[in-house]
């Protein structure tokens, strides 16, 4: 029989598959209509599991960019991953075996689930992070493959597929303004780029809003780790 932290990695990954199975569906059609193999969109999903990075990627792959223009844009797209990072450092301490995989597979819908603590009923957490992040990427490859078998029988048209990304975020970041526990982080992710757009521009305020927003996280974990030391003192 499965574990409580099976069945509860389980309900809780339900609504990101609703998310995922569209988006990789997506991946696998755009991916294969745009010259490649199915296998390796395939391979893709289930190795780099990059979110909308997998979608850019595309367009960078048939456009020729240099490795270095790849590499580049990579780091830009997917640096808030460090920020979630760092505030998942407490969740994930003495995860054991199961880190590295955690740490691989901490996606934007993932983390806006396990930030918020282990459900009441967990009893193995670092378990049940795990489990939530496996259950989250397998919809995703699922989709993929899906995606790509579909564009194997159907010639479907793709157009406006790529937005489902953007759509995805939106009803993310609605989850984490209407979760009184992160409100204080998703008033920090409207403020801070809302400020650099208006001093950078809308040409160059996405990397100053991520540089202060990882800032302003550095000093919150250590402040918080400094009054836990205090505390056990």
């Known amino acids: ?17 609703a998310g995922y199975m569209t ?8 991916y294969t209509s745009a010259g490649f193999s199915g296998l390796w969109a395939i391979l893709f999903s289930a190795l780099v599991y990059a979110g909308s990075m997998q979608y850019v990627s595309v367009n960078l792959l048939t456009s020729g960019a240099s490795p270095i223009a790849m590499v580049l844009m990579t780091l830009t797209v997917n640096l808030r991953h460090i920020f979630y990072s760092i ?12 880190k590295p995989y955690m740490v ?15 459900p009441e009923g967990v009893e193995d957490a670092p378990k049940y992070y795990f489990l939530l992040s496996l259950f989250d990427q397998s919809y ?3 989709g993929t493959i899906l995606g790509v078998v579909l564009q194997e029988l159907v010639n479907i048209p793709f157009t406006g597929v790529d937005f489902s990304m953007t759509a995805l975020f939106i009803v993310t970041f609605t989850d984490q303004i209407l979760n009184r526990k992160s409100l204080s982080a998703s008033a920090l992710g409207i403020v801070v780029p809302f400020v650099c757009l208006l001093i950078f521009g809308s040409a160059n305020f996405l990397i100053p809003s991520l540089i202060a927003i990882g800032v302003i996280l550095c000093i919150a974990v250590l402040v918080e780790l400094k009054k836990g030391e205090d505390h056990e003192n």
């Open 1 to 17: 029989m499965a574990s409580k932290e099976t069945k509860i990695a389980f309900i809780k990954s339900l609504p990101v598959m």
């Open 23 to 30: 988006l990789g569906i997506g991946f696998g059609l755009v």
């Open 87 to 98: 505030s998942m450092l407490g969740k994930y301490k003495g995860s054991g075996k199961y």
């Open 104 to 118: 691989f597979a901490l996606t934007d819908e993932t983390f806006s689930i396990a930030c918020n603590g282990a």
């Open 140 to 142: 995703w490859v699922l």
